[in-house]
């Protein structure tokens, strides 16, 4: 009898060190890939992505790759086939951004960029114009400008018929971010993940609908459980994996969808930082499906890869990346204002 009741507490005390095991939080490499799989429990190979851009295409369905280097995990397609023009499709990111290394493949130089910029703010915006009569300075002026994201609308590109904004400060793998400016200009988006195409103005996917809200600032954002308590997230194709707010479960988001005061990109201030782990997380409620051992790290993590102001903005607000879609086909219907999963 006393044999049985010490294997009885055996087994118990390696059920719980199991279970203390599964949530005890884990170092996260400085390496992106290695981070990247860690968070995503998923593989990626780089060699594979022209490959998977250059499928066959139309108009309104594009293949996309989630093996571009430095930016797995996420939605790549090639925006224009001619120039290789490559280009994240992100649904967190309010705008269209385009970064300087588009500015070979369009054929321009840095001087010549600058040269037709200014050019066009002389003849279409006077009063900046009149404010620095020396092209030298106002070109000075312009970039220390952009540097701070001001004045960057001023610097606008076009590629295929879609606006996009400079961003002179981030240097990436890809050359440009498509973001809610471009969904939003089509009545539905759908992100098939299980054959990796995006499919423009698609007919209304047959799965489960959940009403989004959309923010001031075009966030799209859902209603999902942690532990039976209500959380607030956004839908972020630019995200890989799962970014809690801090204190998730709490019962106290506090989160103001209007207010943007400070999660500008260009913040300055000082933001927490927290230890470079990851956590595991069960439990979590999407409409009717329940996701467990998902794994989490907050935007703080020591080394973050995220900007200051992003930073701040997902302590506040969860953000469920591609690491809860890789088996789903997902879209974003602009029309019903619903976000639908199957």
Known sequence: MKIKSLIILCLIAILCSCERNLNRPEKISYDGQKMT???TQRKFDTSKAIEEMTRERTETKIPFTMNYSECLGKPVIELDPVRHIYVMVD??????????SILNKVNLSNDDFMKIIIQDLRKNVP?????????EEFSSFLKNEWENYNLNHLAKLYINNISLIYDSVQNQSYDAVLGA???MSYNRVTFDYINNYIILNDEKLDGTAIP??????NEILINFTYNGQQELAMIDTGNYSFTPRH???????????????TYGLAYNGDVPVTPRIMKTYNNIQISGATYNNIKGAYSTIEGSGFVKGSQLHMMKLNNLGNVFFYDHIIQFDFVDKVFIIK
């Open 37 to 39: 799989e860690q968070l």
């Open 91 to 100: 649904s967190g990111c309010t705008r269209n951004w385009y970064f300087s």
């Open 127 to 135: 009063e900046l114009s009149n404010e620095h009569p020396s092209d």
């Open 181 to 183: 400016d471009f969904l």
């Open 212 to 217: 989004f809200i959309q923010s001031p600032n």
């Open 247 to 261: 204190n998730i479960g709490d019962g106290n988001q506090d989160y103001d969808i209007n207010d943007y005061s």
